[in-house]
């Protein structure tokens, strides 16, 4: 079955530095990979996604790359501010079902 | 537009009360519904998941229970509580395969 491996499970950065995070997967079929955003003691929400017929997409200040031959997936933020310390999730699909990474707690430093 | 709406927003329980955490879906048909809890700095673990009325998956054996009684409305159950049930849960909609998911804004249920 699926398998979904996130890296790192902390990260602190200096605001205004990037931050990346790394997922990869296990099952060649998968084919829809979005990420989540959860701030402390709310629902998570998605933030960005990407199809496997793309390998890169852009949203403002974050973006998603994906290699299907390496089966990984990363996501990118630019230009870090305080309001994007949080927990990031990825996940990979299996049918209908999301597959999740363990989660990246990501702190922004003043 | 789609909304989900989940509640109560936080409840508190004695070990051994009865549980049941309701969602229900507004503005769509048929959407797969999913029960999810997180424990304090965890990931998120799947409980159930429903494809339609009456549908019901379990992933993980333990005391809770779901039901899907109309199309748009998924209640998580307990006849016991254990402290081990303590925890943020989350309910979450998706129009299917694959797509994101929505999630409810949780409940965070403390069992004493």
């Known amino acids: 079955g699926e398998n979904v491996e996130q890296h790192p499970s902390t990260l602190s950065v200096q605001e205004g530095d990037s931050a990346v995070i790394k997922c990869t997967y296990s099952d060649s079929a998968s084919n829809y990979f979005p990420w989540y955003k959860q701030e402390l003691g709310k629902r998570p929400q998605l933030i960005i996604d990407?199809?496997?017929n793309v390998g890169e997409k852009k949203d403002q200040r974050i973006a998603v790359t994906l290699n299907k031959t390496a089966k990984h997936f990363s996501l990118h933020i630019t230009e870090t501010q305080p309001e994007d310390s949080a927990v990031y999730f990825c996940?990979?699909?299996?049918?209908?079902?999301?597959?999740w990474g363990a989660g990246t707690k990501l702190i922004i430093k003043p | 537009s789609q909304t989900i709406h989940q509640w109560p927003a936080t409840l508190v329980q004695p070990v051994g009360s009865p549980l049941s955490l309701e969602c229900t879906v507004e503005g769509t048909s048929n959407p797969n519904l999913y029960w999810y809890r997180q424990a304090a700095g965890r990931g998120l673990q799947l409980l159930f998941y429903?494809?339609?009325?009456?549908?019901i998956s379990s992933e993980v054996p333990q005391n809770l229970s779901a039901s899907r009684p109309q199309d748009r409305q998924f209640i998580l159950s307990s006849k016991k509580l254990l402290l081990s049930d303590s925890g943020f849960y989350l309910c979450?909609?998706?129009?299917?395969?694959?797509?994101?998911?929505?999630f409810g804004s949780g409940t965070r249920l403390t069992v004493v």
């Open positions: 990407i199809r496997s």
């Open positions: 996940a990979a699909s299996k049918g209908h079902q999301l597959i």
């Open positions: 979450a909609w998706s129009r299917g395969d694959p797509y994101g998911y929505t």
């Open positions: 429903s494809v339609g009325i009456g549908q």
